[in-house]
């Protein structure tokens, strides 16, 4: 089975602050692990891939398969950075397994 | 152009009725999905389509089903609409084998 976790529904931080959205997952094989970004009642949009290791709009993500995370980080947040962010991972069968997602709200 | 297209982008329609949702993708991918998003934002696969094929059938009520008429068009057929119906639901479309999913706006569909 494969799961995600995102432990804080919520997140609120001031504008440059630092930003650490958290993940963990469970899986049994290698993951492929995402960050996808939701602005308000829009589509979904790929932020982020394990593998590719590249940064986007300031956002970086480390797979550390010791404790089975994938925190999303950024070093100064934006309020235009204000989403609903979902970790996921792909396992077998082509299937995307999303966290609960984490709605960060940047205050000015 | 629109990747991934879905129709309508709302929908509000009363208890019991039956309603369809289009989904189309102009990207050449070979596999498509249907996601439902809650009222808590948890999106959740339904469906997913390879080549008009069913591969992943999550537990869905049957008055939900898919259909896919060709490998662009994924449809999403629902019998019977109950209130917890009401939801997101968003297509998305990939290439097999490659990364990365592309959605669609998503589908508002309200029951009242």
């Known amino acids: 089975a494969q799961r995600v976790t995102q432990p804080e529904k919520l997140l609120s931080v001031f504008k440059g602050a630092p930003v650490e959205l958290k993940c963990n997952y469970s899986y049994s094989g290698s993951p492929e692990l995402f960050w996808y970004v939701q602005y308000s009642r829009q589509r979904l949009q790929l932020l982020l891939r394990?593998?590719s290791r590249e940064s986007i709009k300031g956002f970086t993500a480390d797979l550390n398969k010791g404790e089975t995370s994938f925190h999303l980080k950024k070093p100064f947040a934006q309020e235009e950075d204000s989403a609903m962010y979902y970790c996921?991972?792909?396992?077998?069968?082509?299937?995307?397994?999303f966290g609960e997602g984490t709605q960060l709200t940047v205050n000015p | 152009d629109t990747a991934v297209s879905q129709t309508p982008k709302y929908l509000v329609t009363q208890m019991g009725n039956d309603k369809s949702i289009k989904c189309e993708q102009n990207l050449g991918h070979d596999t498509m999905y249907w996601y439902k998003q809650d009222s808590k934002k948890f999106l959740k696969i339904m469906f997913s389509?390879?080549?008009?094929?069913?591969?992943i059938n999550e537990t869905v009520p049957n008055r939900f089903s898919p259909k896919s008429p060709d490998k662009a068009h994924l449809n999403l057929h629902i019998n019977s609409l109950e209130l917890g119906d009401s939801a997101v639901y968003f297509c998305?479309?990939?290439?097999?084998?490659?990364?990365?999913?592309?959605f669609g706006s998503g589908t508002r569909l309200t029951v009242v």
């Open positions: 996921a991972l792909e396992g077998s069968g082509s299937r995307l397994t």
């Open positions: 389509y390879n080549n008009k094929e069913l591969i």
């Open positions: 998305a479309s990939r290439q097999q084998g490659a990364w990365g999913y592309t």
């Open positions: 394990h593998i």
